[in-house]
């Protein structure tokens, strides 16, 4: 499976994102400049973590009009797969192709450190072969990652079964405590109604190697490949 | 002629920075400061003379731009 990883100014998290993805899960991956056209022949698009353009206006606002951005649209509307992180996630929602927004930490302070995901749905190209129950831990380093969507979207949200991550405690409760930035529902990452696009705060490509810590955040990326490979042998018959 | 933009957040988003800013002022001992709401403010120097024109552009600007609709309000002046 060929994945396309974004490279906006100031992007930072796109080497992490090629590294999991190539050398530790052994697939083709691309950088692609924000400036092209075209994302090629790309089975999925990355848009990866950073500061793209300083946050400058507001996170992600700018980057979301480079030139290859039309292309994920495209992408997005013939049913391509995209995965938004952190930044990559700001820029979706700036995009218009995931709901609500990321506004700053409720506590107004930067959190870096390891916290745990509640997977809520399985049914999606990027959840299905977590194991179910399993809290992931994955990384988190935001200053802006406290998810809002008005209460009509988060009842939308709710009913076609979008959030497909909630902040938890190590045991898997959906706590207050658990919420590192003040997420509505505790959300960390959602998709659209197709399915197709998602989008979260953590970092999975920083948590795809037992070194970093952790190796849980792999089982999005390899959800992702077997939902692509579902796809082709699904074309194929 | 110069575009004054105010960007403010929408009551429904909670604003740690606006209630952080007004704790310090009652720290600093300022009385009855019900609230504080932080925001931007933006100023756009224009060419031409059309006001009608220039806001109407600028609008579209506000609305798919310079704000988010999702999370904030705006309040455009011209002169």
């Known amino acids: 499976m060929n994945f396309a990883v974004l490279q906006f100014p100031a992007s930072n998290c796109d080497q992490d994102a090629i590294h999991a993805l190539r050398d530790v899960l052994g697939h083709p991956a691309r950088y692609v400049w924000h400036k092209e056209t075209s994302l090629g022949d790309a089975d999925a698009v990355i848009v990866p973590g950073g500061f793209s353009y300083g946050d400058y206006l507001r996170c992600g606002a700018i980057a979301r009009f480079s030139p290859v951005m039309q292309a994920v649209k495209h992408f997005a509307d013939n049913g391509g797969l995209v995965l938004g992180i952190c930044n990559g996630f700001q820029v979706l929602t700036e995009a218009g192709l995931l709901p609500g927004a990321l506004v700053r930490n409720r506590d107004l302070q930067f959190h870096c450190e390891h916290i745990f995901l509640k997977t809520v749905t399985p049914d999606s190209p990027f959840t299905n072969k977590i194991p179910a129950g399993k809290p992931l831990k994955v990384p988190i380093a935001h200053g802006e990652g406290c998810y809002f969507a008005d209460e009509s979207t988060l009842v939308a949200l709710k009913a076609n079964n979008q959030i497909l991550w909630q902040y938890c405690s190590a045991t898997g409760d959906v706590t207050e405590s658990a919420n590192p930035n003040g997420s509505l529902l505790n959300i960390a990452g959602i998709c659209n109604q197709r399915r197709n696009v998602a989008g979260l705060m953590p970092h999975p490509e920083r948590a795809s190697e037992p070194l970093l810590g952790s190796d849980d955040g792999r089982w999005i990326f390899e959800s992702m490949i077997a939902a692509l490979q579902n796809r082709t042998v699904a074309k194929a018959a | ?79």
């Open chain 2, 1 to 79: 002629m110069k575009a004054k933009i105010v960007i403010t957040p929408k009551k429904a988003v909670v604003d740690p920075q606006g209630k952080t800013v007004r704790n310090a002022l009652e720290q600093m001992g300022h009385q009855g400061i019900k609230a504080v709401h932080v925001g931007k403010y933006l100023e756009i120097e224009l060419d031409g003379t059309d006001k009608e024109t220039a806001r109407k552009a600028l609008d579209e600007a506000c609305h798919k731009f310079l704000s988010n609709p999702v999370i904030e309000d705006y309040k455009l002046e011209i002169e």
